[in-house]
């Protein structure tokens, strides 16, 4: 198969288009003839990216872990999918990832895909879509009238986080680039601070939970916004012990884990108009350095997805 893959730590300039083996099925698994993956351009510097599970290396590996695609066999023990059922869902990430025509994936993480929407716009949702649901309603418990601040509501992430937080009826603010406030407002921010212009931390108080998916000194100012009794979910970097306890609130660091169940939820919202993918660019598999370039240097609002098949 063609896949492309990195030839060692590094950049994009590590990443290259070539002849793969086809992975091998393992139990529970599925392989997937990949549509199309979605990419998170910091995966090139996580150690799953070339690394197994037990540690030992995995050079080359295939990066993108978020495809949509179409069952191609089962192993053994999987009952729940057969051939031909098309699917979405989150690759292991110290498992081969799906920037390939074919994808060996756990069938427990996979769900079908939305029928509304075509293979290149379900691939922008399961890490994004997952990580925004399992921060919003699994870590902060974000419930009906509060207010939720979210960092980075034009990424990958904040635009369906700023959809779901309005779904779950929340007052949403965001923070983005002015170039992205019109988006931001129209997926259902209520306000949008250009957070270059001005800084979040003089305007808001009494926040009850915050989304922060920048880290570094955004989190730091972001303490003091919240009520106490808030909560700050992050993304980026573990908590240092008893930051969140001096400002008399709860932090939470967490890592997206797949989940079927809530992929089944979000394949509803989407299927009933409720959340739609954002797409920032589709670009083809033969050029995915092109896409990690681009994901590292700041990119159009939403998601950049790699279109393997048409
Ligand atoms: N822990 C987990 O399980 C998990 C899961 C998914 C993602 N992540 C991490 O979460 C982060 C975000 O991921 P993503 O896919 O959403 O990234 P992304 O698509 O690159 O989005 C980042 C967004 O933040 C904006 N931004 C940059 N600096 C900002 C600031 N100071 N204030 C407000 N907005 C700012 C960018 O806009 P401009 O381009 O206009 O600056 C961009 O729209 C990444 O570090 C990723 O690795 C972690």
């Known amino acids: 198969m063609k896949a492309v893959r990195t030839h060692g730590r590094g950049g994009p300039e590590q990443l290259f288009f070539e002849d793969a083996p086809v992975p091998v099925v393992r139990p529970g698994d599925v ?18 990216t070339y690394q197994n599970a037990d540690g030992t290396p ?7 872990h978020e495809p949509s695609g179409v069952v191609e066999e089962t192993a053994p023990d999987v009952t729940d999918f057969r051939a031909g059922d098309e699917i979405y869902g989150l690759a292991d990430f110290p498992r081969d990832g799906a920037a390939a025509e074919f994808a060996a994936v756990r069938a427990a993480n996979f769900a079908l895909k939305p029928r509304s ?3 290149v716009q379900a691939a922008a949702l399961p890490l994004s879509a997952l990580t925004a649901w399992q921060a919003l309603f699994e ?19 904040g635009t369906l986080a700023v959809q779901l937080a309005r ?25 949008v ?4 212009a001005t800084r979040f931390e003089d305007i808001l108080r009494d926040i009850d939970v915050v989304l922060d998916t920048i880290g570094g000194e955004t989190r730091e100012r972001s303490w003091r916004v919240l009520r106490k009794g808030g909560v700050l979910v992050t993304l980026v970097s573990p908590i240092p012990p008893d ?51 681009q994901g590292a240097a700041g990119h159009a609002p939403g998601k950049i997805v790699l279109q393997v098949a048409g």
Do not use: C, M
């Open 31 to 48: 392989l997937v003839r990949v549509r199309a993956t979605g990419i998170t351009p910091a995966e090139l510097t996580w150690d799953e």
């Open 58 to 64: 995995r050079i080359p590996g295939i990066p993108g």
């Open 117 to 119: 929407i075509p293979h």
């Open 139 to 157: 870590h902060a418990h974000l419930a009906v009238g509060q207010a939720v601040l979210i960092h980075g509501g034009a990424g990958g992430v």
């Open 167 to 191: 779904w779950r009826g929340a007052h949403v603010l965001a923070t983005a680039s002015a170039r992205d406030t019109a988006l931001v407002h129209s997926l259902g921010a209520e306000e």
């Open 193 to 196: 601070i250009d957070y270059h």
């Open 243 to 293: 930051v969140a306890e001096q400002h008399g609130v709860r932090g939470v660091f967490f890592i997206v884990s797949g989940n079927r169940r809530q992929l089944d939820q979000i394949t509803g919202l989407v299927d009933t108009g409720k959340l739609k993918p954002v797409l920032s660019r589709v670009i083809p598999l033969a050029r995915a350095r092109e896409a990690f370039e």
